[in-house]
């Protein structure tokens, strides 16, 4: 029996002090933290400091995330707010002359959070989706996506699957994927309205 | 991105799959290790102060009040048997206990040792340097009084 790996299972695992729940949290949402930071283009030491804030506060008020579902949410607004301290603190040492609201920068950012969250939601469920694959097609998918991507021959020579069951493997590997409970959210729609919701591309 | 809610097709899946461990793998590891650690801070059995007002985010919101506010920043931290209120002052940090009461206070920072400072008998003390990275205040009162801060960042 695989472990519960769902958000809400962690963070009642990580409530009991499980650093290994912890863990995988950081896994799955320090590229949120990350990209957030980049985009409001903070420098890297500027990106170490949000990022030990954020989890400073994550470890103090996880136990009181009611809903664990809410967790990216609140740890994209939290990185938000940490940038715009940071970028405050830095203009204020540039000007220190300025009066205080033109130390407030602009939220040119503010947009495109809402953007980030939504494409690492995905991706962390994609990443959490692959790592509960069999290994067989873990290791195959993992292969066609790395960059640039082996030949057909070789992916057959590592994994030693005949060149001709690569496409069908694949395929059946990437199906598996589909069925991920971590991907339930986000394939919920092109399961049954595929006519409708697929003439938009 | 429009594929999340159209149906997924195989490339589609493996395209959406390629950039989300491109993601994962764009993130320096010594940041991930540096959140892996935090967790250290768990567990604190002091009772927590939390953060009660912060001027800064009063002038965030209301830039008219800005003209009173902005010179200083102040702090309070709040728990049930103790509070501390802060002042950021050029070059230190001043705080006093309320109520008025003399005690400890120790610095805090979380990736570095910390330091004790005297609160004297009317519950003030000073913080200078003021510290430049994350920290937090263990404050106990000769009382027997004890409340940790949340982080504080400046």
Known sequence: MREDLSVTALVTRVGEGDQEAWNEIIERYAPLVWSICLRYQLDRQDIDDVG??????????IGSIREAAALPGWLATTTKHECLR???????????GLPPEEQLPGDPAAVTVEQELIEAERDAALRAALAELPDRCRELLTMLISDPPPAYAQISATLGIAVGSI????????????????????LADGVEGVEVSGTGR | MSFVSDRWGDDDLLAALREAVRARQAVPAEFVEAGK???????????????????????????SLRAETASVRALTFTSPHLTIELEVSEDSLLGQFVPAQPGTVRVQPADGAETTVPADEIGCFVIRP??????????????GTEALTGWITL
């Open chain 1, 52 to 61: 030990q804030s954020v989890w400073l506060l994550l470890v103090e008020h």
């Open chain 2, 130 to 143: 003021i510290p430049s990275r994350p920290f937090r205040l263990d404050c106990r009162t000769t009382g």
């Open chain 1, 167 to 186: 496409g069908p493997t694949r395929a059946r590997c990437l199906g598996r994927l589909r069925q991920s409970p971590h991907l339930a959210g986000f």
């Open chain 1, 86 to 96: 940071v970028l405050r603190a830095g203009r204020r040492q540039e000007y220190p």
């Open chain 2, 37 to 63: 650690s935090a967790f250290a801070w768990h567990n604190i059995d002091a009772e927590l102060a939390q953060l009660t007002y912060d001027s800064s985010r009063d002038t965030r919101y209301e830039p």
